[in-house]
């Protein structure tokens, strides 16, 4: 059985809205980080239509929760959901890199422990009875990657990068290669990008913990190295998901324009659900 035992889903910003969204019911449970958009007024009613998208996306997932049979029956009612919300209330998309999109990493119980899935950045780790961890999900190098990008733009220069219109070009430019061949997949509109999602069975020794979370909480373990995967499932459980989360803001704060840690933002939007299986 999975239960909750804690959530937490923290701003980057104070001053904007959250893009991230999660939930859990009955053998399933999620987490959805909307990419941060990259126009000033959006098509969508909402503050932003990252956060229109992922909220639209798990509003599919929550109702479709109590009668889906496996992740691929969950993520295509999401996906539904998530169209039908966007046509019905969106002004149309101009630019390839106006439309939405979001990470996702998704579990479902199995008699042996889980499966999981997943399409971006978001990140899974678990902690079992026999102390066995497991990580999974496509974040593990995103980190490193964004540093190498952040470094190849700023050479040296201290203001914010997303406050340069040349960097704000390149990042439309790469989020026109979204979902696209030869380029990268990601949740987003286009039914063809759940056929690229990732999948494993993660066998666990009950009673075990599971932390799902954004690459914005997963910062903790992929980007500052506070923890290893097993490390910050047992401080989850032990200490508290908003513990942690003031760990983070803590060590961004110390590095606010990532000379240690380059980084697009000094802080992203942080999202975590820590469950158990029993």
Known sequence: MLTILDQVSLSGDRAKQNDDACGAFGRFAWVI???TDLHKDPLSPAASDAAFFAHAFHGGLAAAAATAFDLPA???AGMAHAQAAWSANARPIVHAWQSPTASVVAVMETPAGLVATDLGDSRLFTLDASGEPHAFGGGRDSAKDEAAQVRLVTRGRTERPLDRHEVIEELRRRRTLANIPGGY?????????LERRREAAIPLVRPAHILLCTDGF???CDRYEAYNAGGLVAVARDEGLLALGQRLRAIEEEDAIGERHPRWKKSDDATALLLRLT
């Open 33 to 35: 980080d909307g990419a």
């Open 74 to 76: 969950l993520l295509a």
């Open 185 to 193: 997949w990601v949740l987003g509109l286009e039914d063809a990008c």
């Open 218 to 220: 997963a910062a903790l």
